[in-house]
Every structure is written in structure tokens, then in C-alpha cells.
């Protein structure tokens, strides 16, 4: 279901992009000013300041790098550099250390030096007959940059350790095209991977693709994906490197039956959703993506990402207003009229998936298919199950749900005994059960009644033992398990429900107990 879905939404992507074959767009945050002899002129920042809110609904200014066409990236474990590399420690050989507030090309395993001895070596051998001036600057600067010799370069101080995190691009100046636009480059560029391609065709096998039903080449291997809190290499979603998942005598990914073709679109698909902030949120270590079967799904992605996590990435001011009337309806209770949206197709099928990383490969958690309309129907009803004062507004996000099943950090430590995270079976349980309104799972309710056992209150902040976000999470799992049952917040007087009426007994009884030993006990009957 899931491959199928993203080949279709690359389908729909593709009517939009124009990226040639062979080459992908990649995320790029600052722009390398070469001299014609070689040297770092200046280096730009060519990130987009946008206006975004955090997960406390506060305005802050976020930075969305430059998506630049280059050449396919590698998808080869281990070390092994790109055509036209963007990737700072190989292209300077250099780690920022922290401490002295400078460079270094030592590292415990020697990777930066053996990262920039294999950039040096596969781009020398690529600008090998190229003639222009961004080509000659270019191998110009590979053959004169000694990274022992620029620890203290100007240009990458000024960056500092902003280095280790971001992607570079080449060219002779502002304005100026950039290194893999070079027209000598991209045709010797595309002549390699002509050859390459003619070398796979000859040597495929081939079979009736499980997703495109037509007989095609099959992916021996899967393209990585860079997935958050996943291998800096990459994971893959599909994987098989062991005996033991092998059939049928086919070995690997031919295991699987997905064609080459297939696997590029879906891991292009997959590649975008990640990229782009509007197609994604984050809860825990579970990475949860979005998308719409529509060319575009922007505004769709965006309402439910803000009435999920509270986050929203840059949008066009129709979609913005539409989000806040979105959000208002929910926080006061009353479903937001989606045809009323002008931004928004109420009939569009939504897609919602959750996948954790599992060391070089993605696992998938949950995935979920429906119209946008019933998703934001049904996100109102997880608000008002939530609530448990009928005058509250206040909106109660998935990252609030995970705070409240979890060990209050005291001091900036937190219980040895207790998990640093939810069980993403939990938490994805309980995400499901709010996009589709079934039942919440037995273990946020056991959970939740664990964590009010066990904690307790300081003099700081006496809302850690019992709240109304922990309140309202009881009430959602009764109300879910007992749809047919009306429970109010208040005493219900036509309840004759005998262990409505015990329960109530019993809290009297309790209140009865501790007012008589003006709330010196330790413990009560309930105990």
C-alpha cells in the first residue's frame, strides 16, 4: 500500500518537476565564491529566512535551504564521493572541534582525511579534459586545498561548527551559474551515466513488477534514504542482505519484486516528503509524513501538521487563514466546515504513515488512507475527548500527549527506571486512534495511571502528579471503549450506573478521609 501510494504521488509530482534523469535536487545552505586560481573568495548564505512557530505555538524565524539540481547522489555504503560534491567533509577534509573553536583534519577513525582523499581522487578523474572557467577554478581548488593548511581558513571561521551540518555548491560569483550548469560538465556527466545505464539494462533481470504489474528490470538494491535519527549513510525501506529472508532462490532486494523503476520513484517520493517541511513532523523518534493525491498538497499537509504538533512551515496567506480558522474551530469545539476553505479539497484522499528508524533500515509503524475531510473530522473529536472543561480552547498536541506518558525530569534528570521515550507501538497506537477516532490503546491508559501513581508534585510546579492534559487522556480512553456512554465532568444525576455511583461513593469517602486528617496522609482506602 505504501510503495504503491508514493509511485502514484511521484506520478503526480512529475506532471510539476522537470529534474532530468540522473539528477535530483538537493538541499544546499551556502554557496562557495571560487576564484579563478581556485581560492574561496567568499562563502554565501543562500538559505531563505521564513516566518515558523514551535511546538509552543511561538513565532520564530527558520532558515529553508536552496534546492539546487545535481548530479544523482551516491548510494554506496561507506566512503565514496558524489560527482560534483556538496558534502563539507569531503570536500574540505576538515572536523570542527568544538573546544578550540577551530578546524582539524584528525578524527579517531581518519575518516575526514579518507573522505577528502576520495573527493580528490573521483573529481580529479571526472575534470579530467573539461575546459571552462568554472571547471579549471574548480580543479584548481581541489588540487591547492590542503586541509592541514586551512584549519584557520577565514571563510569557514566565520562559519564555525554550522560547517558539519550544511551542504555547499560551487561558482565564480553571484549571479553567476552555477559548477554542475557548466555545459561541458553536464554533458560528459550525462555520457557516464548513459553508459551506465545501458550496462544495468543489459545485465537485469527481469520479472512482472509487484507494484507496476509490467515486466520490467528488478532493483537489486534499494536507494538509501537520509531519515531523521536513521544511519547518516542512509536507510532503506526495502532490504533483504541475509539468507534468511530469501525465497525462492533470489537473492536481495530481487526478493521483492519491485522494479528499478518502481524503487526511483517511491524512494524519490519518500526523499521529497522528507525534505520538505510542510510533508512531515516529528514526534519522539517517530517521523510521521503527509501527503495528498493531488499535484499540490501544500495547504492539506500544513492544517494537519498545525493541528497535530502546533508547527507550520512558510505557506501562501489563502492557506494561512485557512489553517487558523481550522485551528480555531477545533480548539472551541466545533468542526471546521472544510468546504468553507478555499485552500483545502475536503475529498482529496490523505495519506498519514509513521516510521521509526531500525539501524539501516526504515520501519514502518503505521499507515492510514482517507478522505482530508474525515481526518480533520475526526482530529476535532480526539480535541473534544481531550477536553474536560467545556470553556477550555487550549488544544492538546500529540508532543503534549508523549510529555505526560513519560517520567517528569527533575533537576535535568529523569528516573534511571523509567524510558527516555514512548514505545513507538503506543505512540503510534494512539496517533491512529485520533486520525481514524478508534479506540485509544490499553497502554496509554495504563500508562497514564502509572505515571500519576508514581510521580508527585514539588513546591515548584504542582501540576506534575495530576493535570488536565492527564485528566483528559483518562476521559479519551473511557469515552472511546464506552462510545454508547455519555461521561461528564460533572456529577451525572441520571446515571444509575452502580459502578458510576460506587466510584462516586468511594471519591467521597476518600475526600471524607483526607479533610479529617487535614491531607497529612501518606495513604488512603484507594490504596
Not at 61 to 70: C, H, I, M, Q, S
Not at 115 to 130: I, P, Q, R, T, Y
Not at 400 to 410: A, C, D, M, T, Y
Request: aromatic share 8%; hydrophobic share 30%.
Amino acid at each position: 500500500m505504501l510503495i504503491n501510494a508514493l509511485c502514484e504521488y511521484e506520478n503526480l509530482r512529475e506532471k510539476t518537476d522537470s529534474t532530468p534523469e540522473g539528477w535530483e535536487k538537493q538541499s544546499v545552505h551556502y554557496l562557495i565564491i571560487l576564484s579563478s586560481d581556485g581560492r574561496i573568495a567568499n562563502v554565501l548564505d543562500i538559505r531563505t529566512p521564513y516566518k515558523a512557530h514551535d511546538k509552543k505555538g511561538r513565532e520564530k524565524t527558520a532558515y529553508k535551504p536552496k534546492d539546487v539540481l545535481l548530479p544523482k547522489r551516491t548510494q554506496k555504503s561507506g566512503i565514496g564521493s558524489n560527482y560534483v560534491e556538496h558534502r563539507a567533509l569531503y570536500i574540505f577534509g576538515l572536523n570542527y572541534d568544538k573546544e578550540s573553536g577551530k578546524f582539524t583534519p584528525e578524527d579517531k577513525t581518519d575518516k575526514a582525511k579518507k573522505s577528502h582523499s576520495a573527493f580528490v581522487k573521483h573529481e580529479l578523474e571526472f575534470m579530467n579534459g573539461l575546459d571552462s572557467p568554472v571547471c579549471n577554478a574548480y580543479r584548481s581548488f581541489i588540487e591547492s586545498w590542503v586541509p592541514e593548511n586551512e584549519t584557520e581558513n577565514p571563510a569557514l571561521m566565520k562559519l564555525g561548527k554550522n560547517v558539519e551540518n550544511a551542504y555547499f555548491a560551487f561558482s565564480l560569483g553571484v549571479g553567476k551559474p552555477y559548477l554542475q550548469e557548466d555545459a561541458q560538465l553536464k554533458e560528459k556527466y550525462n555520457a557516464i551515466l548513459s553508459t551506465e545505464t545501458k550496462r544495468q539494462s543489459e545485465s537485469a533481470n527481469t520479472a512482472v513488477c509487484g507494484i507496476l504489474g509490467q515486466r520490467l528490470p528488478i532493483a537489486r538494491l534499494h536507494d538509501k534514504v537520509t531519515f531523521p535519527f536513521g544511519q547518516p549513510s542512509g536507510s532503506q525501506l526495502v532490504s533483504m542482505n541475509d539468507t534468511a529472508f530469501e525465497s525462492y532462490g533470489k537473492t536481495q532486494s530481487y526478493n521483492s519484486n519491485v522494479s528499478e523503476l518502481a524503487m526511483k520513484k517511491y524512494t524519490s517520493a519518500l526523499k521529497y516528503l522528507l525534505s520538505d517541511s510542510a510533508h512531515h513532523f516529528i514526534i519522539g523518534k517517530m517521523t510521521v509524513i503527509l501527503f495528498a493525491m493531488k499535484e499540490n498538497d501544500t495547504s492539506e499537509c500544513n492544517m494537519i501538521r498545525k493541528l497535530t504538533s502546533g508547527a507550520q512551515s512558510a505557506v501562501d496567506s489563502v492557506a494561512e487563514g485557512d489553517i487558523k480558522s481550522a485551528g480555531e474551530h477545533i480548539r472551541s469545539g466545533v468542526a471546521p466546515d472544510t468546504e468553507q476553505l478555499e485552500s483545502v479539497d475536503k475529498n482529496a484522499v490523505f495519506y498519514i504513515a509513521g516510521f521509526t528508524p531500525n539501524g539501516p533500515r526504515i520501519s514502518q509503524k503505521f499507515i492510514l488512507k482517507d478522505s482530508f475531510g474525515n481526518i480533520v473530522k475526526n482530529l476535532q473529536k480526539h480535541q473534544d475527548d481531550l477536553r474536560i472543561r467545556e470553556d477550555s480552547d487550549r488544544q492538546i498536541y500529540f508532543s503534549g500527549i508523549k510529555k505526560e506518558l513519560l517520567q517528569p525530569k527533575k533537576g535535568g534528570k529523569s528516573d534511571k527506571s523509567s524510558n527516555d521515550d514512548v514505545p513507538p507501538p503506543v505512540m503510534s497506537s494512539i496517533m491512529h486512534a485520533a486520525f481514524t477516532g478508534s479506540k485509544y490503546p490499553d497502554g496509554m491508559l495504563a500508562t497514564v495511571i502509572e505515571r500519576i501513581k508514581r510521580d508527585s508534585d514539588d513546591d515548584k510546579n504542582k501540576f506534575i502528579k495530576l493535570n488536565d492534559t492527564r485528566v483528559g487522556m483518562i476521559k479519551a480512553c473511557l469515552v472511546r471503549k464506552h462510545r454508547e456512554e455519555v461521561i461528564t465532568m460533572s456529577w451525572n444525576t441520571e446515571n444509575k450506573n452502580p459502578a458510576y455511583l460506587c466510584g462516586g461513593l468511594f471519591a467521597i469517602y476518600e475526600k471524607i478521609q483526607r479533610d479529617s486528617a487535614e491531607n497529612t496522609l501518606n495513604t488512603t482506602i484507594k490504596d
